[in-house]
Structure formats: structure tokens, C-alpha cells
């Protein structure tokens, strides 16, 4: 494998996570510190007197996303699965509003790709840190229109309903990494973000970012 390693935060210098080709970014992603929702707050009455309980949210889960870049233009998209609007079934995709990286001799400008995770971290994570996986291949097309599919599927009522064990936003990352027939890291009956990533890092090129530091690492 080519040395890997992230240059100065400059527009005219690049991330150098291959050194070779126009393969396109897969880059499977957790936000190792965001507070998960369990339970909604509620109302309750007892003898006549009302009383009300917090809403619940469990810290060390994390939550996850896809991020996926065209390694020839550096057209960038954003998606994660997971309880929103309210829907009925649970589970519901969405795509982010972010901006495109650079891109130069097939390699992705490090301050753009920066700009990136910090809107993704901002708009979906609670703008807490971001802890990845970095994979490349010819895969932006074919990735691109399983997660318009699997979107699409937001408006079947019979759809798979979200599960917080084994039917939640890594597993819809691992769907996604499986469908292009990549090698995804072993899935456990129970899968947990924060869990999951760490085991996939120990297979793949590792990405992180520091949201309050703005700070990003790429390595082996």
C-alpha cells in the first residue's frame, strides 16, 4: 500500500490517502459521542396529581453515517438511517445538505474535506468528533443509487422497521459497504456504533476529526 499521510491545510496541497488513480471514497462514519434517543418524556398522573418524566438519551453508543465522494469530480454525498419525523414504521434515510471536496490529481484537498465533516458534524452529529473508515474503489455510482433505492423505500409502509440492536444506522452503513460486495468487518447479532467502527478501523485506513479542534488524522 502507498504511504499514507495528511499534508498541510492548504488549498494547493492535498490529503494523500492513495497516492494513485481516480477511485472513488467510501468513507463509513460514527460520532462516537452522540447522545442517542431511548425514551420520550412523559406525562404522568397519579392520585390526581401530574407528574413528568425526561426524555432519555444513552451517551457511548454513537451514531453512523456514509459519506461518499466521486473521486474524479469530488461530487460529495451525505446519508444516515435512523428515527426521525416521527415516521411510522420507525427508521427513516436521509440525505445531507454538504459541500463537495476538492479534488486534484485524484487526491482530495485536506482543508475541503475539513469543511465537509465539520457541516456533517454540525447538521448530524451533535458537533461532536468523527471517527472513520476510509475505502476506495470504483464504487460512486453504484453506492450513489443503492442510497437513492433505499430512500425511496422511506414512503413503503411494510418497510423493515428501526431496531436499536440489530436494524439502525451501522447496519444500514454495513447494508450499503455489503451491497458493493467490499469486505465489511464481521457483524455481531447486537451492533453498536462506536463498537462496530473501532472494529472496522482495525481493517481499513482510519479516519478521524476533532469538531472543537478541527483537526483531522488519515492512517494506516
Not at 60 to 80: S, W
Request: glycine share 6%; hydrophobic share 35%.
Amino acid at each position: 500500500m502507498p504511504e499514507i499521510k495528511t499534508t498541510p491545510v492548504s488549498d494547493k496541497n492535498v490529503l494523500e490517502i492513495y497516492l494513485d488513480g481516480t477511485d472513488d471514497f467510501l468513507i463509513p462514519l460514527v460520532f462516537p459521542d452522540y447522545k442517542i434517543h431511548v425514551l420520550d418524556s412523559e406525562t404522568i398522573s397519579f392520585f390526581g396529581i401530574k407528574f413528568s418524566t425526561p426524555e432519555i438519551k444513552a451517551s457511548y453508543l454513537g451514531h453512523a453515517g456514509v459519506l461518499l465522494i466521486n473521486g474524479k469530480t469530488g461530487l460529495t454525498k451525505y446519508y444516515e438511517y435512523g428515527r426521525y419525523y416521527n415516521t411510522e414504521p420507525p427508521g427513516f434515510v436521509r440525505k445531507g445538505n454538504i459541500s463537495d471536496v476538492k479534488i486534484k490529481s485524484g487526491m482530495i484537498s485536506e482543508k475541503s474535506l475539513k469543511n465537509t465533516l465539520k457541516e456533517i458534524s454540525f447538521e448530524h452529529g451533535q458537533s461532536g468528533s468523527i471517527s472513520g473508515v476510509i475505502i476506495r474503489g470504483q464504487l460512486f455510482i453504484q453506492a450513489n443509487q443503492w442510497l437513492i433505492n433505499i430512500q425511496k423505500n422511506n414512503s413503503n409502509k411494510s418497510r423493515k422497521p428501526y431496531d436499536l440492536d440489530e436494524h439502525n444506522c451501522m447496519t444500514f452503513v454495513i447494508d450499503l459497504v455489503d451491497s458493493l460486495g467490499l469486505d465489511s468487518s464481521w457483524r455481531p447479532p447486537v451492533v453498536i456504533p462506536t463498537a462496530y467502527i473501532e472494529q472496522f478501523q482495525l481493517q481499513q485506513v482510519d479516519l478521524e476529526y476533532n469538531f472543537d479542534t478541527d483537526t483531522l488524522e488519515v492512517k494506516d
